[in-house]
């Protein structure tokens, strides 16, 4: 039976094991998907299992998505333009790293806001996720990205990669600032926690932006929350993350799994709100 995992650490709550062995049984493929915690230093140990085909393919989430690439032989366009791996697996006799995520956000926006131009995005948080985000709004023709985080200097490295489409904001000035722009996005972990609160000024922005949480566990984060009594559409990570999911299992398997009604009720069970 092949075997997939997902890496990470913390990683009790993914539920990445969930859908693909959902995928698994619906498309009658043996095989089965674990979650498992692991330290940095046993990276090279689960490339190694990967080389010996003990495993079959890895997701890679928080905090590896980085450190797990000077292990891999060779990178995808996607993973290389974002310096980004979440989906590992061996082909043609070399460990290849590459990126889903760019994917998962790309397609969520398709879904969830097919009739909108996104044009100018406030990216809050400039995380491991973040090269992604960027990515994938530079993918639907987005011109500007402005982007606030705690810690100045992460700025620098999305600036490096993407240039004139990224400008800094001053994590001071989130919460007075007035941002004229179709999409907002909190990719920062704040939210995660229930009493976690971004200092962000809600009647600074004009009705029609759109505010998208990449968080989708707790469902509605105090950030969607408020955005959403304001009367803006709201967007959490659920999309995202089981498009990122989706194209993960096409990698490893060469069929595009459907998510389905049944997926999406199972994923809401699961979800401790
Ligand atoms: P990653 O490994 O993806 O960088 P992370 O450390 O959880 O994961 O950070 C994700 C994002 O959440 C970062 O933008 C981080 O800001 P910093 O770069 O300043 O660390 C942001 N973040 C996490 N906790 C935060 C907090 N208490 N206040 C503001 N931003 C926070």
Redesign the pocket.
Same mark, same amino acid.
Not at 124 to 130: E, L, R
């Given at each position: 039976m092949k075997k997939f995992i997902v890496i990470g650490n913390p990683i009790q709550h993914s539920l990445s094991p969930l859908v693909h062995n959902y995928w698994f049984e619906q498309n009658m493929i043996k095989a089965e998907y674990d979650k498992v915690l692991v330290e940095e230093k046993e990276l090279g140990d689960v490339i190694q299992n990967i080389r010996q085909e003990k495993i079959a393919g890895a997701n890679v989430t $928080?905090?590896f998505?980085?450190k797990i690439i000077p292990l891999l032989d060779e990178l995808s366009e996607v993973a290389l333009k974002t310096n980004s791996v979440n989906t590992v697996y061996k082909k043609n006799n070399k460990v290849i790293g590459d990126n889903t995520d760019v994917f998962g956000f790309y397609n969520s926006l398709l879904e969830l806001m097919p009739n909108k131009t996104i044009r100018s995005v406030l990216l809050? %948080?400039? %995380?491991? $996720? +973040?090269p992604s985000i960027v990515q994938a709004l530079k993918n639907v023709s987005v011109n500007k990205v402005m982007i606030v985080?705690?810690?100045k200097e992460?700025f620098e490295v999305l600036k490096n990669k993407f240039g004139p489409l990224v400008q800094q904001i001053l994590?001071e000035d989130l919460g007075h600032k007035k941002f004229d722009v179709d999409l907002i996005v909190n +990719?920062? +972990?704040?939210g995660l926690e229930k009493k976690?609160d971004?200092n962000f000024n809600f009647s600074s922005v004009n009705k029609n932006t759109v505010f998208y949480d990449v968080i989708y566990n707790p469902e509605q984060t105090s950030f969607l929350k408020q955005a959403e009594a304001q009367g803006h559409q709201v967007i959490n990570g659920l999309k995202m993350f089981l498009y990122q999911a989706q194209k993960a299992f096409e990698i490893w398997n060469d069929i595009l799994p459907t998510i389905d009604k049944q997926l999406l009720q199972l994923m809401k069970k699961n979800l401790n709100d």
């Open positions: $928080v905090p998505k980085q809050i %948080g400039a %995380g491991g $996720v +973040s985080n705690r810690t992460k994590w +990719s920062t +972990s704040l976690d971004l």
